[in-house]
């Protein structure tokens, strides 16, 4: 099972090479202005995608998800997209929980929380035997580093708790420069973020196998 994953393409969709593959992940923050129109067109490509399972989940920028759901479930109803928020889906086999959750990180945005009991709460609700797991945030250290904070931007008890079950991939974005591929132990960290700070598509999709 081909997978292709991406993330933050903050509007800019429609300039992203997409290689083939079984299954497309977005890891979030599809809009930059996140008003109807941006996120209806985001819908009608990504329901384009020669895929058999596409699987989506919102990030911080995606105000329009969070705050006008209803219209969002009205625009992909009738498209084959599992929309993932804090949910477990199995595919032929594969057990992949996604989540829009993210640790606040440059002012307010949508799907985000600010202290360890949140976090606590949120991240220790990911269940133990998962294959993949996909979050619009990374955890603490993996990926995770901001020029602009000048740290480490991940959440620290995402990384425990990912650190605990193992996933065979742990599949994110959010913190745009970190892009990359980072094996550690039985797991990979896989930041998909394609856009640079401007918004501008400058990275590719990351393919790996199931």
């Not at 920028?61 to 498209?79: A, C, Q, V």
Request: a neutral charge; glycine letters at 8%; aromatic letters at 12%.
């Amino acid at each position: 099972m081909i997978i292709v994953a991406l993330s933050d393409t903050h509007g800019n969709h429609r300039a992203v090479e997409v290689p083939p593959g079984d299954v497309i992940i977005h890891c979030g923050d599809i809009t930059r202005k996140s008003n109807l129109a941006e996120v209806t067109d985001f819908v009608n490509w990504f329901a384009s995608l020669d895929f058999q399972y596409k699987i989506l989940v919102a990030g911080n920028h995606d105000r329009f998800i969070r705050k006008r759901k209803p219209e969002f479930f009205e625009l992909i109803k009738k498209h084959n997209i599992d929309y993932l928020e804090h949910d477990l889906i199995r595919i032929n086999g594969y057990s992949i929980f996604g989540s829009p959750f993210s640790l606040n990180y440059g002012g307010l945005g949508a799907f985000t929380y600010y202290d360890s009991p949140d976090a606590e709460r949120i991240w220790n609700q990911i269940p133990d035997n998962i294959n993949i797991l996909v979050t619009h945030a990374p955890p603490r250290g993996f990926r995770d580093y901001s020029r602009t904070e000048k740290k480490n931007a991940g959440c620290q008890v995402l990384r425990e708790r990912v650190l605990s079950i193992k996933p065979q991939y742990h599949v994110f974005g959010h913190i745009h420069e970190s892009y990359g591929v980072e094996p550690n132990g039985s797991s990979v960290f896989i930041n998909a973020s394609l856009s640079n700070g401007s918004g501008e598509i400058v990275n590719k999709p990351v393919v790996f196998e199931l």
